[in-house]
């Protein structure tokens, strides 16, 4: 029985993947469960398994390429199966690949075009040849032939409109083609480098573009003397000693979050279409830097949980996050998320809302500030927070009375160290 393989939306907000690796190459028989290859979604590296049994008897989307979901990019099929009628269908579809399947049809991999040349996974490029001329190339090109020494004048392109590409380069070194010089009126720095998007950074820019503008936003800022929370922190630690994950400022500031959250519910809240969903847990979503962009792990019920199982569990998703390894139900379903530059020396700062989304707490780093206290000045740790608000959902006195309640957690930590 012949089996399509599809890009399938491995994560909830997926429109296109692009295929990493294939892990079964054409003639490796397949049994349904199996792993073919991984896919890269807009927020991890995700695998997608065979839906049937059979050998893999063609793929269509090679490695590095991107596709749509919903197009075909393999078929399984038995050895002696006709598939010319499907791989005319795939190896002819469209660069934007071809419509999702029914419904009643279950995807089992990537819908995908045609495979792309030789890399094709950058467009073109100019480069700087010796001589001050600008030369088409491609980005491995360019940096293939710094490396080796090659001058792109001297290098005929057989690329796409006479670029040059990687074998170019190569073939040009076996052929001992001139080295590159610099004159002295010529410089070797590349003037710009294009760089390919990555699926997530994609989904960023898409997203995003859907918060400041049509949502109405306002933004709140209160500073926190840190003096108890720090005394705190160096309490627990020393408790810790002898065992158990030491917890940090962040940690405690997330315990606090969700605490004040639970507190003033207008603010744990979803703008929706034609309504406002107000929220009884605390799904709290921590924004995490990763090499590709950002994404925000979600603790799951934060409000119920202590301040050292909210550190573990934000470190260990964090971890995952960088390995591209989270699983959609982990970084989906926040009601509110938390955004700490601090250790990056910034003081203050205002987030972007991530939709549906109605709120988030833009937190800065604790600075040794002169302050008046009591007719004196003295220095004391000092924090500075920012929440940007929907105004759709919260209004500033809402938003105001949630900012000092967590900042007065903050100042007296007891309640949130329960």
């Known amino acids: 029985m012949v089996t399509k393989v599809y890009m399938e939306a491995l994560s909830p907000t997926m429109e296109e993947g692009q295929l990493v690796q294939w892990l079964r190459s054409e003639g490796d028989e397949v049994s349904r469960g199996d792993i073919l290859a991984e896919i890269e979604t807009d927020k991890a590296t995700m695998e997608l398994v065979a839906r049937g049994d059979g050998v893999l008897r063609k793929v269509f989307l090679a490695a590095g390429g991107t596709t749509d979901v919903g ?6 099929a038995a050895a002696d199966e006709d598939i010319g009628a499907i791989e005319g269908v795939a190896g002819g579809a469209p660069a934007g690949g071809v419509p999702a399947p029914a419904a009643s049809t279950p995807p089992s991999a990537v819908v995908a075009s045609p495979p792309p040349p030789a890399e094709a996974e950058a467009p073109p490029s100019i480069g700087v040849a010796s001589d001050g001329r600008r030369v088409k190339a491609s980005p491995v090109a360019r940096r293939l032939a710094g490396e080796v020494g090659v001058d792109l004048a001297s290098v005929a392109g057989s690329g796409p409109g006479g ?6 380069v190569e073939a040009a070194k076996a052929a001992g083609v001139p080295s590159r010089s610099v004159s002295a009126w010529t410089t070797d720095e590349i003037e710009y480098e294009d760089i390919p998007t990555s699926q997530m950074r994609k989904a960023i820019a898409k997203r995003l573009v859907t918060s400041i503008g049509p949502v109405p936003t306002f933004y709140l800022t209160v500073e926190v003397d840190m003096s108890r929370i720090i005394e705190a922190r160096k309490s627990i630690n020393a408790m ?6 030491k917890v ?10 969700a605490a004040s959250l639970r507190l003033h519910p207008n ?3 979803q703008w929706q279409d034609g309504f406002v969903r107000r929220f ?19 603790i799951k019920n934060a409000h119920a949980k202590g301040i050292g199982h909210i550190g573990a569990e934000v470190r260990e998703l964090a971890g995952r996050a960088r390995e591209k390894k989270l699983m959609p139900d982990e970084y989906t379903g926040a009601t509110f998320s938390v955004s700490n530059l601090g250790m990056f020396g910034i003081q203050e700062f205002t987030a972007i809302i991530n939709p549906p989304e109605a709120g988030i707490l833009a937190v800065g780093g604790v600075e040794q500030v002169p302050v008046a206290i009591d007719g004196e000045v003295v220095v004391r740790p000092r924090m500075r927070v920012t929440m940007s608000c929907d105004h759709r959902v919260i209004d500033g006195a809402q938003g105001s009375r949630f900012l000092q309640t967590l900042k007065g957690m903050l100042e007296e930590p007891t309640a949130i160290l329960l």
């Open 71 to 76: 197009a075909v990019i393999g078929v399984i």
């Open 163 to 168: 670029r040059v590409v990687k074998r170019d």
């Open 240 to 245: 810790l000693e002898r065992g158990g994950t």
């Open 248 to 257: 940090s400022i962040n940690d405690i500031v997330l315990k606090a979050v």
């Open 267 to 269: 603010c744990n809240a």
């Open 280 to 298: 009884n847990v605390v799904h709290l979503g921590v924004a995490v830097a990763i090499e590709d962009g950002l994404i925000t792990p979600v």
